[in-house]
């Protein structure tokens, strides 16, 4: 059965550091694409990073800098590094897997919320 | 980046009802969107890929249509396990993006 867990989640000060991690199982974290997206309150989904299986990763411009996706093969885990965190990057951050690479999100976790403060 | 836009922001809708959302993107993806069904506390739930291929399992009464820049998600027959928040997403270029949602409740 395929499971998505992800952990790290809490309240961060602003301008330190988070790093967020996804177990995964039923299948390899380096055979599937696995992305970061959140919800911030009220607001709509927003992918924060790809990670492709053959290691291309993707940022979209606005993510850049601040956050890095990286995967542990031997421990089947994603991880998302925070570093200088905002106000705004106060979410819930869903772990998501694209098993075949079409671009869709087949299996998502239940996320984890990261809250900041000010 | 490609702007996806959904309508209504709410749905209000009775059981064995039709329900309509709309999505709209502020350029052509082609046929390349999906739909996810989003329930409080749960991961998201894929529910059609391609503009109109259902996912696993999915059942019949939802279909999806459109193509370029508009498409529609749509419920015959609504079930109680169908009040949700739908959110539509792009694939067509990255960064891949999704609507802001329609709260059907």
């Known amino acids: 059965e395929v499971q998505v867990v992800e952990s790290g989640g809490g309240l961060a000060q602003r301008g330190g550091s988070l790093r967020l991690s996804c177990a995964v199982f039923?299948?390899?974290?380096?055979?599937?694409?696995m992305s970061w997206v959140r919800q911030a309150p009220g607001k709509g989904l927003e992918w924060v990073s790809l990670?492709?299986?053959?290691?291309?990763?993707d940022y979209p411009n606005s993510m850049k800098g601040r956050f890095t996706i990286s995967r542990d093969s031997s421990k089947n885990t994603l991880y998302l590094q925070m570093n200088n965190v905002r106000a705004e990057d106060t979410a819930v951050y869903y772990c998501?897997?694209?098993?075949?690479?079409?671009?869709?999100?087949?299996?998502w976790g239940q996320g984890t919320l990261v809250t900041v403060s000010s | 980046e490609i702007v996806m836009t959904q309508s209504p922001a709410t749905l209000s809708v009775s059981p064995g009802e039709r329900a309509t959302l709309s999505c709209r993107a502020s350029?052509?993806?082609?046929?390349?969107v999906a739909w996810y069904q989003h329930k409080p506390g749960q991961a998201p739930r894929l529910l059609m890929y391609?503009?109109?291929a259902r996912a696993t399992g999915l059942a019949a009464r939802f279909s999806g249509s459109g193509s370029g820049t508009e498409f529609t998600l749509t419920i015959t027959s609504l079930q109680s396990e169908d009040f949700a928040v739908y959110h539509c997403q792009q694939y067509e270029n990255w960064p891949f993006t999704f609507g802001p949602g329609t709260k059907v409740d």
């Open positions: 391609h503009t109109s």
């Open positions: 039923g299948f390899t974290v380096s055979g599937s694409y």
């Open positions: 350029q052509s993806v082609g046929s390349n």
């Open positions: 998501a897997r694209d098993w075949n690479g079409d671009m869709i999100i087949d299996d």
């Open positions: 990670l492709y299986s053959d290691g291309r990763i």
